[in-house]
């Protein structure tokens, strides 16, 4: 999709192939869910889902000997199928018809704090990425990127980083919301783990849709000649790479996968707790109280989610910059990785903390206030 979106003459019918694949991720989403809840509702129902033509694992589908002749499942089974169909049902009408809202208050969210900070992380890739910069501190790092390459050279990668992480953040936010009351009805009875589950199945999604983009911009960092903005190095990385623009899917999803998982989590419980001594306080409703709680519920978030992600993030980094002196592919980064330089693991750790600090607090705070501002419910 990304790749024929790029051939494209005008931006609208791009933008229109982009919104087709998301939809079409959207959809293939939840064939998964429903087979882990009718599972988890009786220990028959997978059994009793080999006989259903709407699951994969339905005897009905086609193979390559051809089509397997259908049998009568036992009434148990087919009894044990329609309570888990229920438990699925249940976790449906708990999504809001106003679930289009949390795909756009998070497409903007994620947007706007990736943007403001492109200059933080040009700096914590460069540090990752150029030898030359490999022991100096963040300061001397961005003094030496702007006497040699200019001011501007902070503001590499900006264009692939709005359009990105605006589709990312959508994707990410809007089915994390709609996985959750579908997790907590049919699969889990931890909040927590429900949390943690849909914050992985949104992300593996989001960042698919994400990887072509963050490709480009680590590109365009570690060597700023590469082309002048996303519209120009995109379709250059696509001719030269084809499908190998996703060759660095496996290292996002090292990265983004714990750091949704850790930032969704930590944020939604501890929001969750913070409104509970809200309401026993009868402060609730005060405005300046709920802020506070938010803020400090995203810099918790946003700690634990940089920590949890760095190791993903220096693969990520290490892989994308071209002739990895560990070798290609993600096995062999992370392989080499550990028996050779086991700290590049944590190189740029404080300035990747300070760059998520930036980045999470203001997209968690900007989207409850998004959330907040469109009717929706926030501190689940």
């Not at 997790?183 to 849909?198: E, I």
């Not at 993030?313 to 028996?339: N, P, Q, T």
Request: net charge positive.
């Amino acid at each position: 999709f990304w790749m024929l979106a790029c051939e494209m003459e005008t931006t609208k019918m791009g933008l229109s192939v982009v919104v087709l694949a998301s939809i079409t991720c959207y959809a293939a989403a939840f064939t998964p869910l429903r087979t882990v809840a009718l599972q988890r509702a009786s220990p028959s129902l997978l059994q009793s889902a080999k006989f259903s033509p709407i699951l994969p694992t339905s005897r009905f589908f086609a193979t390559r000997r051809g089509p397997r002749p259908a049998t009568l499942p036992p009434i148990s089974a087919m009894h044990d199928f329609v309570e888990g169909s229920i438990l699925v049902a249940k976790g449906a009408q708990a999504i809001s018809d106003d679930s289009f809202k949390y795909f756009i208050a998070g497409g903007i969210a994620a947007s706007f704090s990736h943007g403001f900070t492109v200059p933080i992380d040009v700096v914590k890739t460069r540090l990752q990425t150029d030898d030359s910069l490999r022991s100096v501190s963040m300061f001397r790092a961005t003094t030496t990127i702007v006497r040699n390459e200019g001011a501007s050279a902070l503001a590499t990668g900006l264009g692939s980083t709005l359009i990105g992480y605006a589709i990312q953040g959508s994707l990410k936010y809007g089915l994390y919301e709609i996985f959750k009351p579908l997790l907590l009805a049919g699969v889990f009875d931890s909040r927590l783990a429900a949390f943690l589950a849909a914050g992985a199945a949104a992300e593996l999604i989001a960042s698919s849709a994400l990887c072509p983009l963050e490709a480009t911009r680590i590109r365009l960092v570690a060597d700023p000649a590469y082309g002048r903005e996303v519209f120009d190095a995109l379709p250059r990385l696509v001719r030269e790479t084809g499908l190998g623009i996703f060759s660095g899917l496996p290292a996002i999803y090292c990265k983004q996968v714990p750091y949704t998982m850790a930032q969704l989590a930590v944020f939604d419980s501890l929001t969750a707790q913070a409104n509970g001594v809200l309401a026993s306080l009868g402060l609730l409703d005060d405005p300046a109280a709920r802020f506070t709680a938010t803020l400090c519920s995203a810099l918790a978030a946003s700690v634990v989610s940089s920590l949890a992600s760095q190791p993903g993030d220096a693969v990520l980094s290490e892989c994308s910059r071209g002739g990895s002196r560990y070798g290609e592919g993600v096995a062999a980064v992370v392989l080499g990785m550990a028996a050779q330089a086991p700290s590049d693991f944590f190189r740029g750790t404080r300035a990747r903390l300070v760059h998520m600090l930036a980045i999470v607090t203001t997209q968690l705070v900007v989207y409850d206030a998004l959330k907040q501002a469109m009717g929706l419910s926030t501190g689940h």
